[in-house]
């Protein structure tokens, strides 16, 4: 069975930045591609950053490009999101979420080409 779990996330003025964690267990975490996704209140969860599974591909989501960086250390079973030059509208829990496929370098960002989901952790951005 696996397990993410993410941490890292709290308040934080704009401009500012964070770094969360997901620690992975339960599956071999370097066969697969991991990925981020967020939920703002009222809205759908959305893609904002993946990775694959040997971290030589990364890809955002056009809103979070050039300000978020996705990375991994497979040796430590962690996948990493760092935020910098928060806004406001980033404002959301973040899932870390792992894919259904081994060792593909496509790019995925829907919810349906991932299986495994952590509880998610709340960045919220506000003076």
């Known amino acids: 069975q696996v397990q993410l779990v993410e941490s890292g996330g709290r308040l934080v003025e704009p401009g500012g930045s964070l770094r969360l964690s997901c620690a992975a267990s339960?599956?071999?975490?370097?066969?697969?591609?991991m990925a981020w996704f967020r939920q703002a209140p009222g809205k759908e969860r959305e893609f904002v950053a993946g990775?694959?599974?040997?971290?030589?591909?990364?890809y955002y989501a056009d809103a979070v490009k050039d300000r978020f960086t996705i990375a991994r250390v497979n040796t430590k079973n962690i996948v990493y999101l760092q935020l910098n030059e928060l806004k406001p509208e980033d404002t959301a829990i973040y899932y870390c979420?792992?894919?259904?496929?081994?060792?593909?370098?496509?790019?995925?960002?829907?919810?349906?080409?991932?299986?495994?989901w952590g509880q998610g952790t709340q960045v919220t951005v506000s003076l």
């Open positions: 990775i694959t599974w040997s971290g030589a591909i990364t």
């Open positions: 979420t792992m894919q259904r496929r081994t060792y593909t370098n496509a790019r995925y960002d829907k919810e349906a080409d991932y299986d495994a």
């Open positions: 339960g599956r071999t975490f370097s066969n697969y591609g």
